[in-house]
């Protein structure tokens, strides 16, 4: 476990719901990844991201796919892809990443509470 933060750094995370809207291969990536736009609504807009998580997904059916992003790091370069957003996820027990999404369908740009 990490070490205690208050409740004031936590809100400092800004961590919204968006819907995949285009995923595609990753080839120039050093670990396989996919290249993903993510529609965070109208306030956020779409938000590009480079994500690991080949081991589980297919490009083609992530699209339409809800899932929870970090919007308030700063871009980071990752290869020719500027990554606006870090996708959330959780390894499994071999260590390959499981998207981390809603129990059930809510708005683009919802912020966890």
Known sequence: MS???SFADFERVDIRVGTIVEAS???EARKPAYKLTIDFGPEIGL?????????????????GRQVLGVVNFPPRQIGPVRSE?????F??????????ATERPVPNGARLC
């Open 85 to 89: 957003v870090l996708t959330l996820g």
């Open 25 to 27: 291969e990753f080839p």
């Open 47 to 63: 938000k590009k991201s480079s994500a690991q998580i080949t081991a589980h997904y297919d490009p083609d059916r992530l699209v």
């Open 91 to 100: 390894a499994d027990e071999a260590g390959a990443i499981v998207l981390a």
């Open 3 to 5: 070490d205690p933060i």
